[in-house]
């Protein structure tokens, strides 16, 4: 099992809530699915959960992924920002290391907004994918 805790505060609302959901068995957790934030950024949250967890559940053992397939440059904005890239392609580390990952397939819209005012939430829109290009 892997918790996306993309939507979660950060980092001790998302240690605390993971705990507290009996994360035991959990193999790991995700962040930023679908989401921008920088890889500085998504690394050092990552490392923070895990040091909660690990104080609260004994374990070190957890698999961080961080979605990297749209945190390629720095935008503002969290609904097809304009200036958003493609982010670093699958970055593997000797686990327990945060792993960077394309969770989000690049095009695939957030919603009628930004960049494109006339798509639609979750599906895939040719402009938005050609925009991500670096």
Do not use: E
């Not at 979660?8 to 809530?17: M, S």
């Not at 374990?59 to 982010?87: E, H």
């Not at 000797?94 to 494109?116: H, R």
């Not at 599906?123 to 925009?131: C, E, S, Y």
């Amino acid at each position: 099992m892997l918790l996306d805790v993309s939507d979660l505060g950060f980092p001790d609302d998302a240690a605390r809530l993971l705990a507290d959901a009996d994360v035991r068995d959990a193999a790991g957790f995700a962040l930023n699915v679908g989401r921008y934030a920088p890889d500085d950024q998504l690394t050092a949250t990552a490392k923070a959960i895990q040091a909660r967890l690990a104080a609260s559940t004994g374990r070190t053992d957890y698999l961080p992924l961080s979605d990297t397939s749209r945190n390629g440059a720095a935008v503002t904005g969290t609904c097809n920002p304009a200036g958003a890239k493609t982010g670093a392609w699958t970055r593997l580390a000797p686990a327990p290391q945060p792993q960077g990952l394309w969770l989000t397939t690049p095009g695939v819209s957030d919603g009628p907004c930004g960049t494109a005012p006339h798509s639609r939430r979750g599906v895939f829109d040719p402009g938005l994918a050609v925009a991500l290009v670096p």
